[in-house]
């Protein structure tokens, strides 16, 4: 339906039908002028992320329920790297008129999946006409029991932890982008799709396009000795540089201890790209960067070490080189 026809408040008694059962600490929720929610005894975490129709999406590429689920992942993966807990979802719109409520009911069962998946509730937003493009911004927020964990705790001679194999999101952008296509399924097992003349393996491709588009935060179990924590969303070089630049220190880490997925290893290797381009400079990994004393016990890759100064990268043949936080930065690539 047109939503010239429904109407902003009639998209918004739709909407709040379709959202899940909130959690009763909602006092009230969608439908007055504010939420009213009971404050735990603990610290409130508040994070807000902006997703604009060109700059962060295109919509020749994603499902909107894609992009519903990556718009509530990007803010959970913010509270996830400060060690709390997701709890409380406002959603705010600009509509373009190409949308219609059917896009925009898509766009909702992404956001209530994940949200369901991790016990938020969506208590409310705004909703208004864009002449631009569709405009999202979540707002979230969480609390956290024991402590936050900032970017500015850690200490020469932590270890330096990811929690996931990175890359894969940036190759699956750079595949989405050459590609200029939906990929939603493959035909069998051992189909191939044809990118620049390379046969790759259908499987490995939508497998690294899922990626990009639905990343799954993860949070960290133990966060007992965990001294800082950062999201990997601008590049792990860029966000180990968040961490060295708020905690005044320097990092080295070994090219040959990055975990890389057999999928990235497969598809770089036919385009005879260096996976660790992608790893290293890619971003929207949403994957947690952490630092830890080295003899801390978790499931997470060490990849380094924090040192007094100076940022290092030291190869498989033991050269050493420096390394600058590069990643990605709005506004410093549109010159
Ligand atoms: P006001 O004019 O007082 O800002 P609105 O008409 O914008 O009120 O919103 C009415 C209710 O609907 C509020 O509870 C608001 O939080 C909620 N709401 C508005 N837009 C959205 C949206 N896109 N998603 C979820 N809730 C929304
Ligand atoms: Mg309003």
């Given at each position: 339906?047109?939503?010239?026809?429904?109407?902003?408040?009639?998209?918004?008694?739709?909407?709040?039908?379709?959202?899940?059962?909130?959690?009763?600490?909602?006092?009230?929720?969608?439908?007055?002028?504010?939420?009213?929610?009971?404050?735990?005894?603990?610290?409130?975490?508040?994070?807000?992320?902006?997703?604009?129709?060109?700059?962060?999406?295109?919509?020749?590429?994603?499902?909107?329920y894609q992009l519903g689920h990556k718009f509530l992942a990007v803010n959970i993966s913010d509270i996830l790297a400060m060690g709390g807990e997701?709890?409380?979802?406002?959603?705010?719109?600009?509509?373009?008129?190409?949308?219609?409520?059917?896009?925009?009911?898509?766009?909702?069962?992404?956001?209530?999946?994940?949200?369901?998946?991790?016990?938020?509730?969506?208590?409310?937003?705004?909703?208004?006409?864009?002449?631009?493009?569709?405009?999202?911004?979540?707002?979230?927020?969480?609390?956290?029991?024991?402590?936050?964990?900032?970017?500015?705790?850690?200490?020469?001679?932590?270890?330096?932890?990811?929690?996931?194999?990175?890359?894969?999101?940036?190759?699956?952008?750079?595949?989405?982008?050459?590609?200029?296509?939906?990929?939603?399924?493959?035909?069998?097992?051992?189909?191939?799709?044809?990118?620049?003349?390379?046969?790759?393996?259908?499987?490995?491709?939508?497998?690294?396009?899922?990626?990009?588009?639905?990343?799954?935060?993860?949070?960290?179990?133990?966060?007992?000795?965990?001294t800082s924590m950062i999201d990997i969303s601008d590049g792990l070089l860029a966000d180990l540089g968040h961490i060295c630049d708020e905690s005044?220190?320097?990092?080295?880490?070994?090219?040959?201890?990055?975990?890389?997925?057999?999928?990235?290893?497969?598809?770089?290797?036919?385009?005879?790209?260096?996976?660790?381009?992608?790893?290293l400079k890619g971003g929207e990994d949403y994957i947690l960067l952490f630092t830890a004393p080295v003899s801390y016990r978790t499931n997470a890759?060490?990849?380094?070490?924090?040192?007094?100064?100076?940022?290092?990268?030291?190869?498989?043949?033991?050269?050493?080189?420096?390394?600058?936080?590069?990643?990605?930065?709005?506004?410093?690539?549109?010159?």
């Amino acid at each position: 339906m047109r939503l010239s026809k429904l109407g902003e408040f009639g998209l918004i008694k739709k909407l709040q039908k379709k959202i899940p059962a909130i959690s009763p600490d909602v006092i009230t929720g969608i439908g007055d002028d504010a939420a009213a929610i009971k404050v735990p005894k603990s610290r409130i975490l508040v994070t807000s992320d902006m997703l604009i129709e060109g700059v962060h999406f295109d919509l020749s590429f994603t499902t909107f329920y894609q992009l519903g689920h990556k718009f509530l992942a990007v803010n959970i993966s913010d509270i996830l790297a400060m060690g709390g807990e997701p709890k409380y979802f406002l959603v705010s719109i600009g509509i373009p008129e190409k949308c219609d409520s059917e896009n925009i009911n898509e766009l909702y069962s992404g956001i209530s999946a994940i949200a369901r998946k991790f016990g938020i509730s969506i208590i409310g937003g705004d909703t208004c006409a864009s002449k631009n493009g569709l405009i999202l911004n979540g707002t979230l927020i969480g609390n956290v029991k024991h402590r936050t964990i900032n970017r500015s705790g850690a200490k020469a001679g932590d270890g330096i932890f990811i929690t996931d194999t990175a890359g894969d999101s940036a190759m699956g952008l750079f595949l989405l982008l050459n590609l200029k296509q939906k990929i939603k399924r493959c035909e069998s097992e051992k189909a191939g799709i044809k990118f620049q003349g390379i046969s790759l393996e259908c499987r490995n491709v939508l497998s690294l396009v899922k990626k990009h588009l639905m990343p799954q935060p993860v949070h960290l179990k133990n966060t007992h000795r965990v001294t800082s924590m950062i999201d990997i969303s601008d590049g792990l070089l860029a966000d180990l540089g968040h961490i060295c630049d708020e905690s005044r220190t320097g990092a080295v880490i070994y090219k040959e201890k990055i975990p890389l997925s057999g999928e990235l290893l497969s598809v770089a290797k036919k385009l005879g790209r260096d996976p660790l381009d992608f790893a290293l400079k890619g971003g929207e990994d949403y994957i947690l960067l952490f630092t830890a004393p080295v003899s801390y016990r978790t499931n997470a890759y060490r990849i380094g070490e924090i040192i007094k100064k100076g940022r290092y990268i030291i190869d498989s043949n033991g050269r050493k080189s420096r390394f600058k936080a590069e990643g990605y930065e709005h506004f410093k690539n549109s010159e």
